[in-house]
C-alpha cells in the first residue's frame, strides 16, 4: 500500500543526509531497477500494476502498487517509468583490493558533476574496471541522478570514499599511479601496464598537487592536428573513456 510516508521517504533520500541516516538510496525504471535489485538489499520495490504482475521473481521486503500519477509524485525524473526501488546502502568492505599488478583501478579526485561520475562508473563497468576509489569531496554515487547515470552499473562496479592521498601513499612504491596532466607525456606512445591506478582530476582544477605527487606517469592526451588551435579540455569522463580503452587496447 502506498502511503504519504512512503512518498516522503523516497522524496527525502534525494538529500545525502537522510541518504545517511536512512541508509537507503533511490533507483529508478526497470532497467537500472532490474540490474540492482540481485546486488543489493530492495526495502521497497513499488511499481505500476503491469510492472509488479510481470516481475513477481523480484526480491524486496514490501512491495507497492502505484498508479503513474503516484509514481510521478515520487520521482525525480521528468518522465519517471513503470517502476521506482528504495534499496539498503551497502556496507564498505572491510578489505578493500590488494594491488596485485593486474587489476587496473580507478581513482577520482574530486569529481563534482553527478553525470560526470555516474558516466564513470558505466564506462568502467564496460571496460572492466571493478573497482573506484573516491576523495570524499567526490560526488556521491548514491545520489539519485548519479544512480540513473550509470545505467545499472553500479550492481557490479565498487565505488569506495577514502582520504585518496593516504590510500595512493599506501600503495607499493612502485605500484604504477598513471595521471592526466597537460604536461604529460603522449598517452598514445607511452607504455602502459596491464595494472595500475588511473587518477582523474576535477572538472575544473585537474588533479590536485597532493594527490598528483603520487602519480608516478603523467600522461597527456592530444589533440589532432597539433598545430590546430582546440579546446582548452576534455570532459572528464570522455577523457575517462579515452584512458581507460587505451588501457584495454594493448
Known amino acids: 500500500m502506498w502511503s504519504k510516508n512512503k512518498l516522503k521517504l523516497v522524496r527525502s533520500l534525494s538529500q545525502k543526509k537522510y541518504r545517511e541516516a536512512e541508509r537507503a538510496f533511490v533507483a529508478e525504471g526497470p532497467k537500472v531497477v532490474g540490474d540492482m535489485i540481485e546486488h543489493f538489499t530492495c526495502r521497497l520495490l513499488a511499481g505500476t500494476p503491469e510492472f509488479i504482475s510481470a516481475h513477481r521473481k523480484f526480491s524486496a521486503r514490501e512491495v507497492a502498487i502505484v498508479s503513474q500519477k503516484e509514481l510521478e509524485q515520487a520521482s525525480s525524473l521528468r518522465a519517471p517509468h513503470d517502476v521506482l526501488a528504495v534499496f539498503d546502502l551497502p556496507e564498505e568492505p572491510d578489505n578493500m583490493v590488494c594491488p596485485d599488478g ?14 560526470n561520475l555516474g ?14 576509489y573516491c576523495s570524499f569531496d567526490t560526488a556521491d554515487v548514491f545520489a539519485p541522478k548519479v544512480v ?7 550492481a557490479r ?4 570514499y577514502v582520504n585518496l592521498t593516504d590510500w595512493l601513499s599506501s600503495l607499493p612504491s612502485d605500484y604504477p599511479v598513471y595521471g592526466t596532466f597537460m604536461d604529460g607525456q603522449n598517452i598514445y606512445e607511452e607504455p602502459l601496464s596491464k595494472g595500475g591506478v588511473i587518477v582523474m582530476g576535477n572538472e575544473g582544477n585537474g588533479i590536485r598537487p597532493e594527490v598528483g605527487a603520487a602519480v608516478t606517469r603523467r600522461l597527456h592526451i592530444p589533440s589532432f592536428p597539433l598545430e590546430r588551435p582546440t579546446s582548452e579540455s576534455l570532459n572528464v569522463a570522455i577523457a575517462t573513456a579515452i584512458v581507460a580503452a587505451e588501457f584495454r587496447r594493448r
Do not use: E, Y
Open 119 to 132: 558516466t564513470i562508473v558505466r564506462l568502467s563497468d564496460w571496460f572492466g574496471i571493478d573497482h573506484i
Open 102 to 115: 593486474q587489476t587496473l583501478m580507478l581513482a577520482l579526485d574530486g569529481i563534482q558533476d553527478p553525470g
Open 148 to 154: 540513473q547515470a550509470t545505467m545499472g552499473a553500479l
Open 157 to 160: 562496479v565498487k565505488v569506495h
